[in-house]
C-alpha cells in the first residue's frame, strides 16, 4: 500500500504538482449529476410498490381461502360440523378483507392515473407557454404597420411591373370598364338573335 502511494506522489511531483493527495481527492470525488426522478415521479412509484403489494396480499388471502375451504368440506365429510362453520366464518372475514383491498386498489391506481394526467397536463402548459412566447416574439418582429406597408409596396411594385410589361408587349394602357364591354356584348348577341 505504501509503495502505491509513494507511485502516486512520485507522478505528482513529476508533472510539477506540490500537493498530490489534494489532486486525488479532486479526481475522485466526482459531482454527482442532478437527478431526473421528480418528487411525482417518486410519488407514483410508491403507489404502485403499494399497488403490488396488495396484489401479493390479495394472492395471498385468495390461497388461505381456498386452503381452508378445502379443509372446511373434509371437516363436513368427518362430521365436525363446528370447526368448518368456524372455517367458514374465517373465509367471510377474508372476503371482506379482499374487497377492502380491491377498494384500495382502485383509488391507489386511480391516484397514480391522476397524477400522470396531471404531469401530462403541466407539460401542455410549458408547450403553450414556451409558445405563446415565441408567438409574442415573432409579433415583435412584424408589427401591423410594417405589414400594411409591406402590402402597400408591393401593390405599388406590381402595378409598376404591369405598366412596365404594357409598354413592352405594345399593349395599350387603355383600360377598359367591363360592364360597359358586357352590355355591349348582350347587344350583340340580341342583335344576331333578332336577325335568325
Same mark, same amino acid.
Given at each position: 500500500?505504501?509503495?502505491?502511494?509513494?507511485?502516486?506522489?512520485?507522478? %505528482?511531483?513529476?508533472?510539477?504538482?506540490? #500537493?498530490? $493527495?489534494?489532486? &486525488?481527492?479532486?479526481?475522485?470525488?466526482? /459531482?454527482?449529476?442532478?437527478?431526473?426522478?421528480?418528487?411525482?415521479?417518486?410519488?407514483?412509484? /410508491?403507489?404502485? =410498490?403499494?399497488?403490488?403489494? +396488495?396484489? =401479493?396480499?390479495?394472492? @395471498?388471502?385468495?390461497?388461505?381461502?381456498?386452503?381452508?375451504?378445502?379443509?372446511? @368440506?373434509? !371437516? +363436513?365429510?368427518?362430521?365436525?360440523?363446528?370447526?368448518?362453520?368456524?372455517? +367458514?366464518?374465517? /373465509?367471510?372475514?377474508?372476503?371482506?378483507? +379482499?374487497?377492502?383491498?380491491?377498494?384500495?386498489?382502485?383509488?391507489?391506481?386511480?391516484?397514480?392515473?391522476?397524477?400522470? %394526467?396531471?404531469? !401530462?397536463?403541466?407539460?401542455? &402548459?410549458?408547450?403553450?407557454?414556451?409558445?405563446?412566447?415565441?408567438?409574442?416574439?415573432? #409579433?415583435?418582429?412584424?408589427?401591423?404597420?410594417?405589414?400594411?406597408?409591406?402590402?402597400?409596396?408591393?401593390?405599388?411594385?406590381?402595378?409598376?411591373?404591369?405598366?412596365?410589361?404594357? &409598354?413592352?408587349?405594345?399593349?395599350?394602357?387603355?383600360?377598359?370598364?367591363?360592364?360597359? $364591354?358586357?352590355?355591349?356584348?348582350?347587344?350583340?348577341?340580341?342583335?344576331?338573335? &333578332?336577325?335568325?
Amino acid at each position: 500500500e505504501y509503495g502505491e502511494f509513494q507511485t502516486f506522489q512520485h507522478y %505528482f511531483k513529476r508533472i510539477n504538482l506540490s #500537493n498530490g $493527495l489534494e489532486i &486525488m481527492g479532486a479526481l475522485f470525488s466526482r /459531482k454527482t449529476p442532478k437527478s431526473r426522478v421528480t418528487e411525482q415521479d417518486q410519488a407514483v412509484l /410508491k403507489l404502485k =410498490q403499494t399497488r403490488d403489494k +396488495l396484489k =401479493q396480499y390479495q394472492k @395471498k388471502i385468495q390461497l388461505n381461502q381456498e386452503r381452508e375451504r378445502q379443509l372446511a @368440506k373434509q !371437516c +363436513l365429510d368427518q362430521g365436525r360440523k363446528d370447526k368448518a362453520l368456524r372455517l +367458514l366464518k374465517k /373465509k367471510k372475514y377474508q372476503d371482506g378483507l +379482499l374487497e377492502k383491498t380491491d377498494t384500495q386498489l382502485d383509488n391507489l391506481e386511480r391516484m397514480v392515473a391522476d397524477i400522470e %394526467f396531471a404531469q !401530462c397536463e403541466i407539460k401542455v &402548459m410549458e408547450g403553450l407557454k414556451s409558445g405563446n412566447e415565441a408567438l409574442k416574439e415573432l #409579433n415583435a418582429i412584424m408589427s401591423l404597420d410594417d405589414v400594411e406597408k409591406i402590402l402597400g409596396d408591393t401593390e405599388d411594385a406590381v402595378a409598376y411591373q404591369r405598366e412596365i410589361d404594357d &409598354m413592352l408587349t405594345g399593349t395599350s394602357l387603355v383600360t377598359f370598364d367591363e360592364g360597359e $364591354l358586357e352590355e355591349e356584348l348582350e347587344g350583340l348577341l340580341t342583335r344576331i338573335k &333578332m336577325e335568325w
